[in-house]
């Protein structure tokens, strides 16, 4: 049978597992720690794109060093009881494994928080690159990540799909050229996706893997 896709392309954070809430919580560690104040989940938000450091850079002028180091220590330490792969999608992984299709992430996250997270949660051999925010020039919505999987495994770009809860990786996609499939299940941004005609919208693991199973 002829497959519709030949590569497959995540972003992590709200696609294949559920930090949001310990990213807010690991900001807010910092924040009132050095700044005395509270970030609202809005605020953070409105900051996602560039890696963390960046964001700690912007947010601590003067303790930006010991800031990192606290955020990294809170962020591995309360990973465990605080955020989770998504039911069914180690399955998907591995079903896509299965067929020998290249698998690659491509996320804003820090190198360091993007391997915390993706080993934490059991993923991390599963992926055949890993393109976080530290490798790019520019983070999502640029296209370099997706170019980087598509032209390291030289794939046929209509045969690519980058799945993501984000505009950005609707964005990305479209301008490298590949389809975008945009994941409901924890979404933090799911009108604007609504909108954004997304080649592929799932609502949940499970409606993934069916199309995956028809697909692949």
Not at 58 to 73: G, L, P, S, T
Not at 128 to 134: A, C
Not at 153 to 168: E, Q, Y
């Given at each position: 049978?002829?497959?519709?896709?030949?590569?497959?392309?995540f972003?992590?954070?709200?696609t294949?597992?559920?930090?949001?809430?310990?990213?807010?919580?690991?900001?807010?560690?910092?924040?009132?720690?050095?700044?005395?104040?509270?970030?609202?989940?809005?605020?953070?938000?409105?900051?996602?794109?560039?890696?963390?450091?960046?964001?700690?850079q912007?947010?601590?002028?003067h303790?930006?060093?010991?800031?990192?180091?606290?955020?990294?220590?809170f962020?591995s330490?309360?990973?465990?009881?605080?955020?989770?792969?998504?039911?069914?999608?180690?399955?998907?992984?591995?079903?896509?494994?299965s067929?020998?299709?290249?698998l690659?992430?491509?996320?804003?996250k820090?190198?360091?928080?993007?391997?915390?997270?993706?080993?934490?949660?059991?993923?991390?051999?599963?992926?055949?690159m890993?393109?976080?925010?530290?490798?790019?020039?520019?983070?999502?919505?640029?296209?370099e990540?997706?170019?980087?999987?598509v032209?390291?495994?030289?794939?046929?770009?209509?045969?690519?799909?980058?799945?993501?809860?984000?505009?950005?990786?609707?964005?990305?996609?479209?301008?490298?050229?590949?389809?975008?499939?945009?994941?409901?299940?924890?979404?933090?941004a799911?009108?604007?996706v609504?909108?954004?005609?997304?080649?592929?919208?799932?609502?949940?693991?499970?409606?993934?893997?069916?199309?995956?199973?028809?697909?692949?």
């Amino acid at each position: 049978m002829l497959r519709n896709f030949d590569g497959f392309i995540f972003d992590v954070d709200g696609t294949l597992t559920s930090t949001n809430e310990l990213i807010f919580s690991s900001f807010n560690h910092v924040t009132q720690k050095y700044l005395n104040k509270r970030v609202s989940n809005e605020e953070i938000i409105a900051m996602f794109g560039p890696t963390e450091d960046v964001i700690l850079q912007e947010w601590m002028k003067h303790d930006y060093h010991d800031a990192r180091k606290d955020y990294f220590d809170f962020y591995s330490s309360q990973h465990q009881k605080m955020a989770d792969i998504y039911p069914g999608m180690i399955d998907v992984l591995k079903f896509i494994k299965s067929k020998s299709i290249p698998l690659s992430i491509y996320t804003g996250k820090g190198k360091d928080s993007a391997s915390i997270t993706l080993k934490e949660i059991g993923v991390y051999d599963l992926f055949d690159m890993i393109v976080t925010g530290d490798d790019v020039k520019e983070s999502k919505p640029s296209r370099e990540g997706v170019d980087m999987f598509v032209e390291k495994f030289n794939l046929n770009r209509n045969k690519v799909l980058m799945i993501g809860d984000a505009p950005a990786d609707v964005i990305a996609a479209h301008r490298a050229g590949v389809k975008a499939a945009s994941v409901l299940w924890d979404s933090y941004a799911r009108d604007k996706v609504l909108q954004m005609n997304s080649d592929y919208v799932f609502e949940t693991v499970e409606e993934f893997k069916k199309f995956l199973e028809k697909n692949i």
